[in-house]
Nanobody, 126 residues
Framework: VQLQASGGGLVQAGGSLRLSCVASGRPLNRYVTGWFRRAPGKEREFVVALKYSGGYPPKYEDSVKGRFTISRDNAKNTVYLQMDSLRPEDTAVYYC???????????????????WGLGTQVTVSS
């Protein structure tokens, strides 16, 4: 599966952005899909993961709970990351990732995902 992330940009603190991760080649609802981010000078970190269709709730990093929402549109083979109440510390390059089999205990591990899109830059000004 090939992934293409987009939707980043410059926004003021408190604002919103919606990132998109469009997949080609395979149905994304057969994959675990995750969003990760890398802030300047830091390692890439987990943001959120969504398991296959079937009622599993998304898993969010604590710092984004209540502000970010992941969703999937199967018809468009796209996963979205709606980001609200953005903070300067959310500034990072955001990456989408996918893998056909990630066990629950490994959802936060970037090594568990075989497929990655190029990142999209999100900059939040104070």
């Amino acid at each position: 599966v090939q992934l293409q992330a987009s939707g980043g940009g410059l926004v003021q603190a408190g604002g919103s952005l919606r990132l998109s991760c469009v997949a080609s080649g395979r149905p994304l609802n057969r994959y675990v899909t995750g969003w990760f981010r890398r802030a300047p000078g830091k390692e890439r970190e987990f943001v959120v993961a969504l398991k296959y269709s079937g009622g599993y709730p998304p898993k969010y990093e604590d710092s984004v709970k209540g502000r970010f929402t992941i969703s999937r549109d199967n018809a468009k083979n796209t996963v979205y990351l709606q980001m609200d109440s953005l903070r300067p510390e959310d500034t990072a390059v955001y990456y989408c990732a996918a893998d056909p089999s990630v066990i629950s205990s490994n959802l936060r591990a970037e090594t568990a995902y075989a497929y990655w899109g190029l990142g999209t830059q999100v900059t939040v000004s104070s």
